[in-house]
Nanobody, 116 residues
Framework: QVQLVESGGGLVQPGGSLKLSCAAS????????MGWYRQGPGNKRDLVAE???????NYVDSVKDRFTISGDFSKKTVYLQMNSLKPEDTAVYLC??????????WGKGTLVTVSS
């Protein structure tokens, strides 16, 4: 059974930083992408950033120049360094992996709250 475990969320003041981590286990499949999504009060799940097995990166415009995604495909770990956090970044952040076989897996999420 595939499991994704996130960590690193918490409460931070506007302008602060947090680093999220995610480790996947239970899958021998090659990963096509690893990424981070966030889910706000409306429960809509939006892409924040993703990293492809080719090394390409993709960010939503609202986090460009503030967030950095990194990962190790051999270890199935992915990170999200978040700087200059804003109140509108408050959300549950979910880790995602997508395999070459077309399987999609999600973590349970970690809460990030940006507030003074």
């Amino acid at each position: 059974q595939v499991q994704l475990v996130e960590s690193g969320g918490g409460l931070v003041q506007p302008g602060g930083s947090l680093k999220l981590s995610c480790a996947a286990s239970g899958s021998d499949s090659r990963l096509f992408t690893m990424g981070w999504y966030r889910q706000g009060p409306g429960n809509k799940r939006d892409l924040v950033a993703e990293i492809f097995s080719t090394g390409s990166l993709n960010y939503v415009d609202s986090v460009k120049d503030r967030f950095t995604i990194s990962g190790d495909f051999s270890k199935k770990t992915v990170y999200l360094q978040m700087n200059s956090l804003k109140p509108e970044d408050t959300a549950v952040y979910l880790c995602n992996i997508y395999t070459f076989e077309g399987m999609n897996y999600w973590g349970k999420g970690t809460l990030v709250t940006v507030s003074s």
